[in-house]
């Protein structure tokens, strides 16, 4: 089936560029791989370094809360148009094994996942040495972040809680991303539009599977946790969240940031900046 591979950029060339590496070294190659650059002029000449065939398609963000959830639909969209069948997800921070487009595949093939909503595992990174990462010698062994599944071989696994979904590595056939109809667009900033996404596809009875082998690996960059940089963002979301499914996401943030006294909560849980 003809995949695409969609990215969404902003200010990660580097890691842009070892994501790139890695699909060259895949022993299954996407028809199509579309970059959704969000205000980043850079990612043209990172392409062409590569040498990589991509399409870059140019999103303005007019505030400086990146539009996620709109860019990923906008380069979806541009893949189906030019008739992709699957569609990858890979955030610019995973480098895909090898294996990973081909495990999308197949599963994709598989008649009992082929309209479910396919994960793979992913493996964080430790901080790169002087020279960066070797892609050859990363992708070469998986240790998979340990609060997802991480089927054995080649096996897929079904799952009931998407509560566990992530866009950071996931595939979807087109007439599945349909039905859903993308990410919600509410969402802006940080945080909230993957379980969003989760939530839509549970309440459509569409099925989730994790898949073997489809290993990603994440590149480090620093983070804090909670990420008090984007609290801003994690309340507004967490409220579109609410409203739109009665229950709060995000949970462990929100109390880690109540007992730091950065926010306050009423009687229905409604996060406040102090």
């Known amino acids: ?17 070892r994501q790139l590496e890695g699909l060259a070294r895949s022993h299954d ?23 990589r065939a991509c399409r870059i398609v140019d999103l303005p963000c ?9 860019a990923r639909n906008l380069g979806a969209q541009t893949a189906i148009d030019s ?17 990973l487009i081909g495990r999308y595949q197949c599963a994709a093939g598989v008649p009992d996942h082929a309209n479910s909503l396919l994960c793979g595992p992913v ?27 991480r089927p054995s071989g080649d096996e897929i696994v079904g799952t009931s809680d998407y509560q566990l979904f992530w866009s950071l590595s996931f ?17 802006s900033g940080y945080g909230g539009e993957d379980t969003d996404f989760g939530q839509v596809a549970k309440s459509m009875s569409i099925a989730m599977c994790w898949v073997g082998n489809a290993h990603a690996f994440h590149q480090f960059h ?11 963002d994690i309340l507004v979301n967490a409220n579109v969240f609410h409203r739109r499914w009665g229950w709060w996401p995000m949970r462990g943030w929100l109390e880690q940031f109540q007992a730091a006294g950065l ?5 229905d849980g409604r996060p406040r900046l102090l």
């Open 263 to 267: 926010i306050s909560r009423d009687a």
């Open 123 to 149: 493996t964080y990174l430790p901080p790169p040495g002087p020279t960066g990462y070797d892609v050859a010698t990363i992708t070469a062994s998986a240790d998979p972040h340990a609060g997802r599944p």
């Open 1 to 17: 089936m003809k995949t695409a591979v969609v990215t969404v950029v902003r200010g990660r060339a580097t890691h842009l560029r």
């Open 62 to 70: 007019p505030t400086a809360r990146i539009q996620v959830a709109s």
């Open 29 to 51: 190659q996407p028809a199509d791989h579309v970059v959704v650059a969000i205000d980043d002029h850079t990612v043209a000449a990172t392409v062409r370094a590569s040498g």
């Open 222 to 232: 620093p983070v804090s946790d909670p990420p008090v940089e984007h609290l801003s």
């Open 83 to 99: 008739g992709a069948e699957l569609l990858v997800f890979l955030d610019v921070d995973c480098i895909p094994a090898p294996d």
């Open 171 to 187: 595939a979807v056939r087109t007439p599945t991303w349909t039905r859903i109809g993308g990410f919600c667009t509410e969402y």
